[in-house]
């Protein structure tokens, strides 16, 4: 009996046994099958377009293209240390080689005396051509107040150095002038042409150049009475136009820029057209200004360096 009992626990133990057994081979099943399901859509494919076979792999080939353009850049970045931005070169540093070497004999931050300024000016000339002296007066004006807006005409003893050619607008001859007369002129300006460096007209004339303000104006040849252009005594004004009469101007900033002769008429020349002027400004001095009148000078040739002037020894 006892032996009875012990077969029929036995028997039930092997069918939970079985039973388990069954269960787990049903669930293996299931997840094979869902896997192989998926498995399955994953490899469906379209004919055309973005889930085509092509795009598939074209794109699967962009993303191993910027991978290995992001692993080179790394390993150009580990392999090349950053380098230190190089300074700016300085003003001189990007000048041309032959400015270089004219302004190595001017000294950096020296005020020097007019002559020896001029002397100076004639030999840092880095140009093949008669160069012009300039010269650049800064003043402690405000252009933009009338009393301050100075401006003169001067008479420079030694002249320009160029050739200038006068013209007249007037009814009768004047001797010395390049080009008489209302109709020859009046003509050439209809033309759009022009052939003077100067032209002076009588009061008389000057309504007739109204038409061409346009062509005169923006060139500084119109005639002007405070520039001594509009004038009867046309003899006069030839004579100082030929013998090189100048007008200077303030700018915008309160700098005088005039040019005084070339480098061929050397110091002692150049020397006197510089104190004619300065004499100019320092006498049209305006009644507003105090003290300090005078900030800066400096002398140059063309595209020369600047030279410094003493103010104490203007």
Do not use: C
């Not at 005409?153 to 001797?175: S, Y």
């Not at 008489?180 to 052939?195: F, M, Y």
């Amino acid at each position: 009996m006892a032996k009875a009992k012990t077969d029929v626990i036995e028997e039930e133990a092997e069918k939970v046994i079985a039973t388990n057994v069954a269960e787990e081979a049903d669930h293996g099943n299931i997840e094979d099958s869902t896997e192989a399901g998926a498995q399955g859509r994953s490899q469906e494919v379209a004919k055309a377009g973005k889930r085509s076979a092509k795009a598939h792999k074209e794109a699967a080939e962009k993303q191993a293209k910027e991978e290995r353009k992001a692993q080179a850049a790394d390993t150009e970045t580990e392999s090349k240390p950053k380098q230190a931005p190089k300074p700016p070169r300085t003003r001189l540093e990007r000048q041309g080689k032959k400015f270089r070497d004219v302004a190595a004999k001017v000294e950096k931050g020296k005020a020097y005396a007019p002559a020896e300024a001029l002397a100076l000016a004639t030999e840092t000339s880095p140009v093949k051509f008669d160069a012009t002296v300039e010269l650049h007066a800064n003043l402690n004006v405000d252009p933009k107040v009338a009393d301050q807006n100075v401006r003169d005409i001067v008479v420079l003893p030694a002249g320009t150095g160029k050739d200038v050619r006068v013209a007249v607008l007037a009814d009768d001859k004047v001797v010395g002038a390049d080009l008489n007369g209302v109709s020859a002129i009046t003509d050439q300006l209809e033309k759009g042409t022009i052939n003077f460096d100067v032209l002076i007209a009588t009061p008389a004339n000057m309504p007739k150049l109204g038409k061409y303000a346009r062509l005169l104006g923006p060139r500084g040849l119109m005639p002007n009475p405070k520039s001594g252009t509009v004038t009867n005594d046309l003899g006069k004004a030839v004579a100082e136009a030929k013998a090189g009469r100048v007008e200077y101007r303030v700018d915008s900033t309160g700098i005088v820029h005039l040019g005084i002769g070339k480098v061929s008429f050397g110091k002692d020349k150049l020397l006197e057209n510089f104190q004619a002027v300065m004499a100019s400004i320092k006498s049209n001095k305006p009644a507003s200004v105090k003290s300090g009148y005078i900030k800066a000078v400096h002398v140059s040739t063309s595209m020369g360096p600047g030279i410094a002037i003493a103010l104490n020894e203007l």
